[in-house]
C-alpha cells in the first residue's frame, strides 16, 4: 500500500529557466513527486519553449490555471536582443517577423492579465534572519535623471464614455495611418507619453560625461524587457554614445559601467551600495523616486529591520505600463488619440521619438482594492498607497476607488484597516527607513516591481520572500520573486554541475503555499498538514545556521552558520521533514 498522501486536485507547474529550474525540478523531486500521489499540470514556459511555440505556451499556462486554479510559476528568463539573436540561430525555421509578442516577451504580465490576478509579496517569516544594514549615511550616490517629457508630461485623463481608444499617426504622406486601438470603459484612466530623441542623446552625453569629469562608476538601469518600445529604445540610443564616444575613456578612468533592469539594480544598490557611483534613471517618474530615497538615505541611514514587508501590486487588468502600446516613431509626424470617436490630443512627435500609450481597468482597480482591504484586515495591516494625485488624473481615479471601497465596506458591516494615501516617493521612503511593524504598501505596476525588490533584498536575499497572485475568481499562482539567477547557472555549466549554489527558499515555499490551498480548498487534512510541515522544516533549517551562501553572515549567530551548497540545503530540509 502506498505511503504517499492522496491529492485529487491538479497542481499546473509552470517550468522556467537557468539556475531556477535546475532548483525546481529538484524541490518536485523531493518534497513533491515522492510524497504525493497527485496529477501535475506541467508546461514548459522556458524562454526557447516560448519562442518555439510562438507563445502558445504561455496561453496554455493561462487556461490550465483558469481550468485547475492553482499553480506553482518558476522563474523564467525574458530576453534581450543578443539571446534572442541566440535562440533563433537554434532554430533557422522561425522567421523573427512572425513572432507574436509572447514568444520573446516576458510571460508574467499575460499571465497575470489572464487570470485576472494581482500580486501579494511578503517575508518568509524567519526566526533568526538579521538585517546587516548598509552604511548609506554620507555614501557618495549621485541619482541623475530626465527633466522632461516621459509620463511627467504625459497627457493622461479619465474616459468620458465607454468604446474605443485609438492611437493615429499622420507622417509624410499626409493619411491617418492607425498603431493600436484597444476598448475602454467609461472612467477608465488612459494616457499618452512620448520622449523627445534629442533630449534622450543630449541627457546622455550629459551623464557620461559627468561620470567622467567626477570620476564615478557608472550604473544604467530601465525597464527593456518589458517596455521593450519605450525604454528599450531609450536603452538603445544610450548605449550606443557609451560605446562610441565614452567607454574607452571610461575604462582608462578603471571606472566600472553596469546596465541592470532598473528593479533588480535598485534593489543592489540600496541594499550592497557602491562606495562611489552616479546612477543613471532616464524615465523621470521613477527616476524622482530613487533620488529622493537615495538623498534620504544618505542623510539618515536605512534604521535597524524590525518590521516585515508585505506589498500589493496592481497588474491585472494588464494595465499602466505593462500592457502598454510602446514603440518609437518611424518617422516625423503628429500622434493623435481618438476616443470614441472624439479627438482627445495631438502631439508632435520625431523619428525615433519613443511612445507609449498606457491605460488601465476601473472595475480591476476596484477588485485590486478591495483585495487589498480583505488582506489588510484579515492580518491586521496598515495600508499605504501611493498616488501622483497632484499632476496625474490617471491617479485620481484610485484614490476615488479607495474612497468608494472603504465606504461600501463600512456599510456591509467590515470595518476597514486603517489607510493614508501619499505620493509613491513618499511610500517607498517610508518602506525603507520608516516602515511600521504590520504595513501592506499597494502599489501600480512599474513601482510593485521596483519596491518588493528593494523590499526583497533589504530582507536578506530575494530567496527570503515569498509571491502570491490572486484572482478575483479565487485561481491562486504562488511564485518565487527573484529571477533565474543567470550568473550561477553559468557556474554551474562550467562546473559541469558540480557547483550549485542557489537558495531554493523562495521556491520551497512557494510549492508549501500551492500545496496548502489545495489542501485547504479540498478538505484534505493530510496535505494541509504536510504543507504546514514543509514550511517549518524549512524555516527550522534556517534557524538551525544552515543556509546557502547568499545568506552568510545574516544569521543571528553567524559563529554557528554551516554554509552548504542546492542540494545541501535541500538535503537538510528533507531531513527535519522526516524527524
Do not use: C
Not at 504517499?4 to 491538479?10: E, G, L, N, R, W
Not at 529550474?21 to 515522492?34: C, D, G, H, N
Not at 544598490?269 to 532616464?282: F, M
Not at 498538514?529 to 547568499?550: M, N, P, W
Request: net charge negative; aromatic share 6%; glycine share 8%.
Amino acid at each position: 500500500m502506498s505511503s504517499k498522501i492522496s491529492v485529487a486536485s491538479p497542481l499546473v507547474i509552470l517550468h522556467g529557466d537557468e539556475m531556477a529550474q535546475v532548483a525546481f525540478e529538484k524541490i518536485l523531486e523531493m518534497f513533491v513527486t515522492s510524497r504525493l500521489d497527485m496529477k501535475l499540470v506541467d508546461i514548459d514556459l522556458s524562454a526557447e519553449n516560448r519562442l518555439a511555440t510562438n507563445g502558445q505556451a504561455v496561453m496554455d499556462a493561462i487556461e490550465a490555471l483558469k481550468q485547475h486554479g492553482v499553480g506553482i510559476k518558476n522563474a523564467g528568463m525574458t530576453v534581450n536582443r543578443e539571446q534572442l539573436t541566440d535562440l533563433l540561430a537554434k532554430h533557422p525555421d522561425i522567421d523573427q517577423a512572425d513572432l507574436h509578442p509572447l514568444a520573446t516577451k516576458s510571460p508574467n504580465g499575460a499571465i497575470r492579465k489572464g487570470i485576472g490576478g494581482n500580486i501579494t509579496r511578503e517575508d518568509i517569516q524567519f526566526r533568526n534572519l538579521q538585517f546587516d544594514k548598509p552604511e548609506w549615511i554620507g555614501r557618495d550616490i549621485e541619482v541623475d535623471t530626465m527633466t522632461s517629457g516621459g509620463i511627467k508630461e504625459s497627457y493622461n485623463e479619465l474616459s468620458s464614455a465607454t468604446g474605443v481608444i485609438k492611437l493615429m499617426f499622420v507622417g509624410a504622406s499626409g493619411d491617418p495611418e492607425e498603431l493600436h486601438r484597444r476598448e475602454v470603459a467609461k472612467g477608465d484612466p488612459w494616457l499618452l507619453a512620448t520622449n523627445d530623441i534629442d533630449d534622450i542623446k543630449a541627457w546622455a552625453h550629459r551623464f557620461f560625461k559627468r561620470a567622467i569629469e567626477e570620476k564615478r562608476d557608472i550604473y544604467l538601469g530601465l525597464k527593456d524587457t518589458v517596455i521593450a518600445g519605450y525604454d528599450g529604445a531609450m536603452r538603445t540610443v544610450i548605449e550606443d554614445i557609451y560605446q562610441q564616444e565614452y567607454q574607452q575613456q571610461v575604462e582608462s578612468l578603471g571606472l566600472a559601467y553596469h546596465y541592470e533592469l532598473i528593479d533588480a539594480q535598485a534593489a543592489r544598490i540600496v541594499a550592497n551600495p557602491p562606495k562611489r557611483a552616479l546612477w543613471g534613471v532616464p524615465d523621470n517618474t521613477t527616476g524622482r523616486k530613487l533620488y529622493k530615497l537615495v538623498e534620504q538615505l544618505k542623510r539618515f541611514g536605512i534604521p535597524k529591520r524590525e518590521a516585515r514587508v508585505s506589498l500589493s501590486r496592481m497588474s491585472a487588468g494588464g494595465g499602466d505600463q505593462y500592457g502598454s502600446y510602446n514603440m518609437p516613431a518611424t518617422e516625423d509626424g503628429i500622434l493623435k488619440v481618438i476616443v470614441d470617436g472624439d479627438e482627445k490630443h495631438a502631439r508632435r512627435v520625431k523619428a525615433g521619438d519613443p511612445i507609449l500609450l498606457m491605460s488601465n481597468d476601473a472595475q480591476a482597480i476596484k477588485d485590486w482594492v478591495l483585495q487589498v482591504f480583505r488582506d489588510a484586515s484579515r492580518k491586521k495591516k496598515e495600508v499605504y498607497f501611493g498616488l501622483k494625485r497632484e499632476y496625474m488624473n490617471y491617479d485620481e481615479v484610485f484614490s476615488t476607488v479607495i474612497t468608494d471601497v472603504r465606504y461600501e465596506l463600512a456599510q456591509g458591516g467590515t470595518p476597514p484597516p486603517s489607510f493614508m494615501i501619499m505620493r509613491p516617493s513618499s511610500q517607498l521612503i517610508k518602506m525603507i527607513t520608516d516602515p511600521p511593524r504590520n504595513a501592506l504598501y499597494p502599489a501600480q505596476n512599474l513601482d510593485g516591481d521596483i519596491f518588493s525588490d528593494i523590499s526583497a533584498a533589504l530582507g536578506g536575499s530575494l530567496a527570503t520572500a515569498s509571491s502570491i497572485i490572486e484572482s478575483k475568481n479565487g485561481t491562486m499562482l504562488f511564485e518565487a520573486p527573484h529571477g533565474t539567477a543567470h550568473d550561477l547557472y553559468l557556474k554551474y555549466q562550467e562546473s559541469n554541475g558540480k557547483e550549485a549554489h542557489f537558495n531554493s527558499s523562495a521556491l520551497l515555499f512557494a510549492v508549501a503555499n500551492a500545496l496548502e490551498t489545495l489542501g485547504e480548498r479540498e478538505g484534505n487534512d493530510a496535505l494541509v498538514g504536510y504543507a504546514t510541515q514543509l514550511k517549518e522544516a524549512l524555516i527550522d533549517t534556517v534557524d538551525a545556521g544552515i543556509i546557502t551562501g547568499d545568506l552568510k553572515g545574516k544569521t543571528a549567530d553567524p559563529d554557528k552558520e554551516q554554509v552548504v551548497d542546492m542540494q545541501g540545503f535541500l538535503d537538510a530540509v528533507e531531513k527535519r521533514l522526516a524527524s
